[in-house]
């Protein structure tokens, strides 16, 4: 029998909403926006006093649906409108909004529900709707062999399989197979044929963070390349924007600075695509991905399904995230955003680019102005790509800053800098302990060498190998140890290649 049919009636789901989960709310989504704790706000505004976060009336109507599936795993997508805000008056029992769900649509497996949300006469959500995926682990509809003769043959495959024209240190030799996948369904269609043909698969954004080895890779390289922002914006709600994986990461900021969507803007100018982002949760001047992903939507390759992980379950720290510590299970297919409206910044928090500004660490400032002053940063360091540039045919940062325990970071000289890192560790800057090393700028040789510009790029000055570019690593790395009893771990993922043990 199956789980759902068309016409079917979830069971109705009540919840209670008070002042105190609004400010719970605020503090666990980082939204302080006074209209949800402060009625003279709030009536500022027109409205008629406190409200509860759109998000929160999204998010509380979704266990509607988790609840009748039992996995949130299922989920596959969730989108509202946002018509009426839900009023939270001060008293012990607050607001109520309830929620109710039916079947729409059922399709190879996938179920379509309506739902509707109630707040005593209003209707708070419009258009609302969910779909989720067969109780089994998904199958394949849309990856059958038929759509992956599609995929495989339809679609142009790149011409080049060299992947030195495929990765911004310009290295690596050619893959078996380089497919472009230009949708979501070729992308999980290619990687679960290669799964189950026990074929090798290095998912590809744009080579930004890549060292592959002159050998090539040994199985078919996938190239991210679906497209698609889609945004629900609302000014109680802010900006809930879903953005394709394969989309350029430099592009999605420069439009949500055009659109006044707050929170990416000092991420400007990093090169490569927005699937990679939640990789190593991508950060530059102040800020980090993880402060505006609300969720992220994979592929599993171990377990063959869609998952969504919402930002608490991504297991973001710095420069990293469970998509990074399980190398290869996860295929990034969607980012959710989660942004405030407005033309004015975060607060800067990076005291140079305060500097550049002319503001104190704190203030907030035009936000177009701050991506131009982040690329004017960018652009002296030798971190905005530029063909014409060798000291930008790099992979950015090679080597992490290293977070130490207190006795390694005792060792250290007493001017090295030192950033408090949480439970008690202390992170060090990498740039600090390579340039201390006495290694500076422009240290290498013809074909590979630190940037001329700033010591933590390596880069290829035309015509490196991957062995050029892992000598000098190795280089670095052991005089670094040497001298600080510090061991460098690379930021670059390194493909078909390691560098040389560095003993300390
Ligand atoms: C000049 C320059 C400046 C840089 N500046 C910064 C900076 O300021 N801050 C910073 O954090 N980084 C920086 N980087 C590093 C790099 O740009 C980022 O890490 C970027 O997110 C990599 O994106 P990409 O699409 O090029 O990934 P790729 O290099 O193609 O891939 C990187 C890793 O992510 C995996 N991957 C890619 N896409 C997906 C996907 N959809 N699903 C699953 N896995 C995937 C790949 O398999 C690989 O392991 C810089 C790099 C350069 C060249």
Redesign the pocket.
């Known amino acids: 029998m199956p789980e759902f049919t068309v016409g079917q009636v979830l069971p109705e789901l009540r919840v209670k909403v008070t002042r105190s989960t609004v400010v719970r709310y605020s503090g666990a989504s980082t939204d302080f926006n006074e209209i949800h704790f402060s009625d003279r706000h709030a009536r500022a505004i027109g409205l008629p006093g406190v409200v509860a976060h759109g998000m929160w009336t999204m998010g509380a109507g979704l266990k509607l649906v988790t609840d009748a599936v039992g996995d949130p795993g299922r989920v596959l997508s969730y989108f509202v409108r946002f018509t009426r805000p839900v009023v939270v008056p001060d008293t012990d029992d607050g607001t109520e909004v309830v929620y109710s769900g039916k079947v729409t649509e059922v399709a190879d497996g996938i179920a379509k529900i309506a739902l509707t949300a109630t707040c005593g006469d209003d209707a708070v959500l419009g258009a609302a709707r969910a779909e989720v995926s067969p109780a089994r682990r998904l199958a394949l509809s849309s990856c059958s062999a038929d759509r992956f003769e599609v995929a495989s043959t339809g679609r142009p495959i790149d011409p080049s399989p060299l992947l030195r024209d ?4 310009r290295v690596g030799g050619a893959a078996d197979r380089f497919v472009v996948a230009g949708s979501e369904a070729e ?1 999980i269609s290619i990687v679960t044929d290669c799964d189950e043909r026990g074929v090798p698969v ?9 060292l592959v080895a002159d050998a090539g890779f040994p199985g078919t390289v996938v190239r ?1 390349a679906n497209t698609g922002i889609e945004a629900d914006v609302s000014a109680c709600g802010g900006a809930a924007v879903r953005v394709a ?2 989309v350029d ?1 430099d592009d999605f900021v420069a439009h949500a600075v055009a659109q006044e969507w707050c929170g990416i803007e000092t ?1 400007s ?9 939640p ?7 102040g800020a ?1 991905v993880a402060q505006t992903i609300s969720s992220v939507r ?1 592929w599993d390759r171990r377990d063959r399904a869609q998952k969504t992980f919402p930002v608490v379950d991504c297991g973001f720290g710095y ?1 990293t995230s469970r ?2 510590r399980e ?2 299970r ?4 969607e980012v959710s955003y989660q942004f405030t409206l407005g033309n004015l910044s975060r607060p800067i928090a990076y005291s140079e680019l305060a500097g550049r500004l002319g503001v104190e660490v704190g203030a907030r400032v035009d936000s177009r102005l701050v991506r131009e002053k982040v690329l004017e940063i ?1 652009r002296g360091k ?4 530029d063909p014409s540039d060798h000291d ?1 045919w ?4 090679f080597f992490t800053n290293p977070i130490l325990d207190a006795d390694a970071a005792g060792a250290l000289p007493d001017d090295a800098p030192r950033f408090p890192a949480g439970g008690g560790r202390v992170k060090t800057s990498a740039a600090w302990l390579i340039q201390h090393a006495g290694f500076s700028r422009g240290y290498g040789n013809a074909r590979a060498a630190l940037s001329g510009k700033h010591v933590l ?1 390596l880069t290829n000055r035309g015509g490196a190998s991957a062995a050029d570019l892992v000598e000098v690593a190795g280089q670095v790395r052991a005089g670094v140890a040497e001298r600080f009893g510090v061991t460098l771990v690379p ?3 390194l ?1 078909g290649l390691e560098l040389p043990e560095a003993s300390s």
């Open positions: 495929h990765t911004t240190l992308l290095l998912i590809l954004g744009g080579g930004s963070n890549l991210v994986a394969g990461w991420l100018g990093i090169p490569g695509s927005v699937g990679a982002t990789i190593q949760n991508v950060g530059a001047y980090e994979t420069r998509f990074k190398p290869g996860y295929v990034v297919l960018r030798g971190m905005v790509l930008t790099s992979a950015g940062s790029a930021e670059v993922n493909i």
